[in-house]
Every structure is written in structure tokens, then in C-alpha cells.
């Protein structure tokens, strides 16, 4: 005689003594997942193999299970405790392990895709070579966690913790990571590929430097810089929050073609105190020579008090070309018929060149400034 759904008790037995006749009488039901197993207490219960697609297994003890192999597939498993669980191989497509306990847990060649993980805690677990594509696992922690050959593909990770965790061979690829914490993870082999790292702190990240494959959200703003020439000034006037300068020889570059702009990005670690630095440039394809630093419209990434600072400097060393240079670029900011460069272009450390001599900024000094400088 067949064993009634509402049968908990016994449904709970069999789980924890023979899991061939319960993956037998499961199979007999015509609807499995609505069986009750809300709350069951199966610690250190050995479930290799265990039939529970579609199951209600919402607060159930499974600490220190054997679940190798086991069928999870769209089981309710929200705040079950799985802390210390064997997961090797197992199918848990679909499945709802929000705020459920991972800590610990062994979770090896999984099926992962489409789970949800919220709010779950997977401190210090192993996941290791598992499918995980379209996870969805806002503020899920993965505190200490060892994460080796994993592709997270369409997952929604934002505001995870992966402090301290140990990411080998990882790829993200558009993947939402908004507020993220990486701190004190160490990477290798980390890729991210058209994710969205808005308010994601790499900086304390530790090992090898990730790679950064396509445009990737929140990394750092792509700036435009008209020349080659501006965007090597742009990183010689903006150092390291550490105040180490910042040169392009120092750090890694790739270069890509997108449209009519040169993808230009540089990539390493600050000499100063090993933090993980990245600029992304788009320069225009038919970008202008050196000296000249652009075109006739002003620039989009460095004012013209950076520009005047820049020219004084250029003068000291003898490199007039640059000072001249300069001095043009300031000029462009003024409107056409306008006497001086209006306060509003100015931004950061440029505003504070002009507000000890707001009149150097006036066309008719710059113009006479250049002049001199063009005079043998």
C-alpha cells in the first residue's frame, strides 16, 4: 500500500534508513513535491541519490549530509541548514536556497543553474568546477570560500561578500556584482567579462591582477581623451590615491577597436602600495600628433587649471612645444566672444589654481602669454 504524503514521519524514516525504497515510494506519488518535509531533522544523513526534485524541504536539518548525486532540482530549501553538506555531482537546478546555511559545505560538479541563493551563507564552502550560470544570489556570503573553475554566467551577485576567499580560475560574465566586497580575496586566474562592478572595491584584492574582457560597468568611467598624447598627461596629473604617480610604462595595456575609437586600457598594480589601478580610454581613430593634445573642442578630462599647471611645469623643464600646447587647449574653453574661461569648466584640483588668480584665465593674458612663448 502505497505511503499517504501526509505520512511524515514514516516519509522521514525511510529517508534516514533506505534511500532506494524512499526514491521508490517518491516515485509512486503523482505529485512528490507535495510531500511536507518542512523542518525534517536528517543531520548527517547518508542521501546519495536521493529522489527530492520539486521536495519542501524549507528549515530542514541536512547539516553533514551525504548528498552526492542527489536530485535537488526546484526543491524548496529556504534557511536549511546544509552546514558541512556533500554535494558532489549533485542536480539542484532551480532550487531555492535562500537563506540557507552552505558554511562549509562541499559542493563539487553541481548543477547550480538558475538557483537561488540570497542571503545564504556559503562561508569557508568549496565550490568547485560546478555549473552556476543565471544564479541569483544578491548578499549571498561567500566569506572564505574556495571557488575554483567557476563561470558565473547572467548571475545577480550584487552586494556578495567574497572577503577573504580564495577565487581560482573564476569568470564572471555579465554578471551583476553592483557593491560586491572583494576584500582580502585572493585572485587567480579571475576574469570579468561585461559586469557590472559599480561601488566594487578591487583595490585590497590579493594574487594575480584580474582581467578585464569588454566594457565592464562601474570598473572605472570610460574617459575620452582626444589624442594619445592626452591620455598619457591625464594619468601623469591624476596619481594613486596613495600619491604615487601613475605612468603608462608602469602598468599593463591592452588596446582594442570599437567603432572610430582606439579602446585603450592599463591595467596593474601601484608601485607605491600595490593597489589594483585600472584606466579605460576611448581615443578617436584619426586622433592628432604630438604636441597637439586635441582637436578644436576643449577637453572632457582634464581642465584648464590642470592645462595651466601643466605649462608651467613644461616651461621649467624646457619643453615649450607642451607649454604652447597648453596654453591652446586652455583657450578653447572660452566661448566664442567671451573674454576668460568661464568658472564653470573648472573642476577638483583646477579650481583651486583659479581662485588665487581667477585672472590668468582671461583670453586677453593667455593670448599675450602664448605669444611670448612663441617669440625665439
Given at each position: ?20 525504497d ?20 536528517l ?15 524549507a ?31 549533485t ?5 531555492d536556497?535562500?537563506?540557507?546555511d ?14 537561488t ?33 567557476l563561470?558565473?554566467?547572467?548571475c545577480?551577485?550584487s ?7 580564495t ?5 564572471f560574465?555579465?554578471?551583476?556584482l553592483?557593491?560586491a ?6 585572485a587567480r ?5 561585461r ?10 584584492l590579493r594574487g594575480?591582477e584580474p582581467?578585464f574582457?569588454?566594457?565592464n560597468t562601474g570598473?572605472?568611467?570610460r574617459?575620452?581623451?582626444?589624442s594619445v ?15 604615487h ?9 591592452s ?9 585603450s ?16 580610454f576611448?581615443v ?5 600628433q ?24 613644461a ?32 573642476t ?5 589654481v ?6 590668468r ?5 593667455l593670448?599675450a602669454?602664448?605669444g611670448?612663448?612663441?617669440t625665439?
Amino acid at each position: 500500500m502505497p505511503i499517504s504524503p501526509k505520512d511524515r514521519v514514516t516519509w522521514i524514516r525511510l529517508l534516514r534508513t533506505d534511500v532506494e525504497d524512499f526514491n521508490r515510494e517518491w516515485g509512486q506519488l503523482p505529485a512528490p513535491q507535495g510531500i511536507d518535509l518542512t523542518g525534517a531533522d536528517l543531520r548527517g544523513a547518508d542521501l546519495k541519490g536521493v529522489e527530492l526534485v520539486g521536495a519542501n524541504l524549507a528549515g530542514a536539518n541536512l547539516e553533514g549530509c551525504q548528498l552526492d548525486q542527489a536530485s535537488l532540482s526546484r526543491a524548496d530549501l529556504t534557511r536549511a541548514r546544509l552546514r558541512g553538506a556533500n554535494l558532489f555531482a549533485t542536480l539542484a537546478e532551480g532550487a531555492d536556497f535562500t537563506e540557507a546555511d552552505l558554511s562549509e559545505a562541499n559542493i563539487e560538479v553541481a548543477n547550480l543553474n538558475e538557483s537561488t541563493v540570497e542571503r545564504a551563507r556559503l562561508d569557508r564552502a568549496t565550490i568547485d568546477a560546478s555549473s552556476v550560470q543565471r544564479l541569483k544570489g544578491a548578499r549571498a556570503s561567500f566569506a572564505g570560500a574556495t571557488l575554483e573553475k567557476l563561470a558565473f554566467l547572467g548571475c545577480k551577485l550584487s552586494e556578495a561578500d567574497f572577503e577573504g576567499a580564495t577565487l581560482d580560475n573564476v569568470e564572471f560574465w555579465d554578471t551583476e556584482l553592483a557593491r560586491a566586497k572583494f576584500t582580502g580575496a585572493t585572485a587567480r586566474g579571475l576574469t570579468f567579462e561585461r559586469s557590472d562592478l559599480t561601488g566594487v572595491n578591487l583595490g585590497e584584492l590579493r594574487g594575480d591582477e584580474p582581467t578585464f574582457v569588454g566594457e565592464n560597468t562601474g570598473v572605472g568611467v570610460r574617459l575620452r581623451a582626444r589624442s594619445v598624447a592626452e591620455e598619457h598627461l591625464y594619468m601623469a596629473l591624476h596619481p594613486c590615491a596613495c600619491g604615487h604617480p601613475v605612468a603608462p610604462g608602469s602598468l599593463g595595456h591592452s588596446l582594442w577597436f570599437e567603432g572610430n575609437d582606439n579602446i585603450s586600457v592599463f591595467q596593474g598594480k601601484c608601485a607605491g602600495c600595490q593597489r589594483t589601478l585600472r584606466l579605460e580610454f576611448a581615443v578617436p581613430a584619426d586622433a592628432p600628433q604630438p604636441p597637439r593634445l586635441g582637436g578644436a573642442a576643449p577637453s572632457q578630462i582634464i581642465d584648464p587649471g590642470e592645462f595651466y599647471l601643466e605649462s608651467d611645469r613644461a616651461i621649467l623643464r624646457g619643453d615649450v612645444a607642451r607649454a604652447i600646447a597648453c596654453l591652446e587647449e586652455i583657450l578653447k574653453f572660452i566661448p566664442p566672444g567671451g573674454g576668460e574661461v568661464p568658472a564653470s569648466a573648472f573642476t577638483g584640483r583646477g579650481a583651486e589654481v583659479r581662485s588665487k588668480s581667477p585672472l590668468r584665465f582671461e583670453r586677453e593674458l593667455l593670448e599675450a602669454r602664448l605669444g611670448a612663448y612663441h617669440t625665439p
